[in-house]
């Protein structure tokens, strides 16, 4: 949780140089935390923190358990001991592991995201999105996506 806490300002930074349209409001990094800094403050950086921290501990329960079955199924139908697996199997269950972990906690991700460009939003309507509303908090927005969009 404390890796997401640190890098959360550089996510933020991230997620809104990807948005950014023609005429770019931040010409490199270093601006882009310069301006985020005196337009929005050090909260500027932390929009989308809660639902960041909300997927890390469900999204590593449910890698480590779909690994573990995924291991345990692989076993049972192949007649092998778990310790006979290669590399390339364990890797293969890890991806499929990542895959369904990461599908699992898409809704976070979705809901950090969309807090994260809110202090943005004469990019927003500049690159035609003015469709996505202003959100009040975490769960304003989660609602509201389900609402709009569904999951």
Do not use: W
């Not at 403050?41 to 929009?47: C, L, P």
């Not at 997927?55 to 480590?64: C, K, R, T, Y």
């Not at 943005?120 to 959100?135: A, H, M, N, T, W």
């Amino acid at each position: 949780m404390s890796g997401s806490f640190c890098s959360q300002p550089l996510d933020t930074v991230r997620t809104r140089m990807v948005m950014q349209r023609h005429p770019l409001k931040y010409n490199s990094t270093g601006e882009a935390f310069v301006k985020i800094l005196q337009n929005e403050g050090i909260r500027g950086f932390y929009r989308g923190l809660i639902p960041n921290i909300l997927q890390v501990m469900p999204n590593a329960a449910i890698q480590f358990g779909a690994y573990s079955s995924c291991i345990v199924l692989y076993t049972r139908v192949q007649d092998i001991e778990k310790e006979s697996l290669s590399s390339f199997e364990s890797f293969l269950f890890g991806a499929i592991a990542g895959v369904i972990a990461k599908s699992a906690v898409l809704p976070f991700d979705v809901t950090k995201k969309r807090l994260q460009v809110q202090g943005f939003r004469d990019v927003i309507k500049q690159g035609g999105l003015e469709s996505i509303p202003v959100y009040k908090g975490v769960v304003h927005c989660i609602t509201t996506v389900y609402k709009q969009e569904g999951i």
